[in-house]
């Protein structure tokens, strides 16, 4: 099923000019339906919230009247962008009324580069392009008055009469390979408005962002008001159009050495986390678990495949995931952890008997299926907002038996860039 309107300040096709269709490749989807979205990371300053509102389905960032008052509302994800394929971005907020000395933002971005629509502090509405191509940051800030399609205050072709007070869902959609058009806009009564275009070809001598591969974003500043402010950001979701294929490399590590493990006790014999930079640079690679082989011998065991939050749960020494000079793996792993602290999420788990030695074996023709850990979407882990610390999957064996277990571990996973 296809768009029929033809108006060109309404969005019938993609980025590429390709008719667009109702078969979008979703890259991430994020609600708050029983609770806050956990693949959002919250960031807050001076007495900032980020609060479930129930009734309301959706999260609310709320700031002090402290001048410092800030609140960050990110997406864990840095969704990858496949060249020669529209990217589509929609997110739906509340601004509510102007809060003089209060900045109200929504869109595509992180601190260096990206898309996003922002209420000012002034009342102001503006679509802004932001860039660290030049290495410091750049923004090309475009108030409403200057929309170059569609101004969205009812003189337009599309007679749409935006009002900031209400329900908006904001739409940007865009090429990039460097060099291509961003498109921004609202969706209304079926319609995708644009409001207005950013063109990065043939006028601009670098790339107009340094990288397509970013968060969703909604972000609630005090600049100087003395009463607070609060807005609410309800639903978002990235979109690959026209098709998509997981662009990664594959990696591997096995246990060095088998340790040794108690009667009836659980150790963490091999944790997996993002590099705090990758060839210099902040890491923004997405790594997805595959695979995972657990060895044991002497008695009966169980593993668990887990989720926590922090590196900083586990001790141990933390080594680069590349063996070579080169540096290509985005990953650090640690096989020599022996405690684990804080709460976690399990994903996955197994058995492993004494007397076969061997648990989650890889496929063979006549072998078992491995009990991989699944592939959904959102099961990945990423550094913080300020790449600071990074989330870990970590396999705990368990001893089960009356003697002494002897057990390794060998995972397999995906980066994504």
């Not at 989720?307 to 650090?332: E, M, R």
Request: aromatic content about 10%; glycine content about 8%; charged content about 15%.
């Amino acid at each position: 099923m296809t768009y029929l309107f033809q108006s060109p300040q309404v969005l019938d096709t993609d980025a590429f000019s390709r008719q667009r269709t109702s078969d979008p490749f979703t890259l991430g989807d994020y609600k708050h339906l029983y609770g806050l979205d956990p693949n959002f990371h919250d960031a807050v300053w001076s007495g900032g919230t980020v609060t479930f509102q129930a009734n309301q389905a959706c999260a609310r960032l709320t700031v002090t009247s402290s001048t410092s008052s800030r609140v960050v509302h990110q997406s864990k994800m840095y969704h990858h962008y496949m060249p020669g394929k529209s990217q589509l971005i929609l997110s739906s907020v509340n601004f509510y009324a102007p809060t003089t000395g209060v900045v109200k933002r929504t869109g595509y971005y992180d601190d260096l580069n990206g898309i996003y629509l922002e209420q000012a502090a002034n009342g102001q509405l503006y679509w802004v392009l932001r860039t660290y191509t030049a290495g410091n940051l750049q923004e090309e800030r475009i108030a409403q008055s200057n929309w170059n399609v569609d101004r969205c205050d009812g003189t337009g072709d599309s007679e749409f009469n935006l009002d900031i007070d209400m329900t908006q869902l904001a739409f940007m959609d865009f090429q990039w390979l460097g060099v291509g058009r961003v498109r921004v806009g609202f969706a209304h009564a079926g319609k995708n408005i644009v409001a207005h275009t950013f063109d990065g070809s043939n006028n601009k001598p670098v790339v107009y962002m340094s990288t397509p591969n970013l968060p969703i974003r909604c972000e609630l500043i005090n600049s100087s008001s003395t009463t607070g402010a609060y807005f609410d950001q309800i639903c978002s979701t990235v979109m690959s159009e026209g098709g998509y294929i997981e662009n990664g490399q594959d990696w591997a590590v096995i246990s060095p050495s088998l340790r040794s493990l108690a009667a009836g006790s659980s150790t963490p014999v091999m944790a997996l986390a993002v590099a705090p930079t990758f060839r210099g640079y902040e890491n923004r690679v997405t790594l997805r678990m595959g695979n995972i082989n657990v060895f044991a011998t002497g008695e009966n065991c169980s593993w668990r495949l887990l989720k926590v939050s922090s590196i900083a749960q586990l001790n141990g020494t933390w080594v680069g995931a590349d063996a070579g000079a080169v540096n290509d793996s985005a990953a650090i792993y640690n096989t020599s952890a022996t405690t684990l602290t804080g709460s976690y999420d399990q994903m996955d788990n197994g058995w492993i008997t004494a007397t076969t030695g061997q648990g989650n074996t890889p496929t063979t023709a006549s072998g078992p299926t491995p009990n991989a850990p699944s592939t959904a979407k959102k099961n990945y882990i990423t550094q913080n907002i300020s790449a600071t610390t990074s989330e870990a999957y970590v396999v705990l064996i368990t001893n089960r038996g009356a003697g002494t277990a002897t057990v390794g571990v060998g995972i397999q996973w995906r980066e994504v860039y």
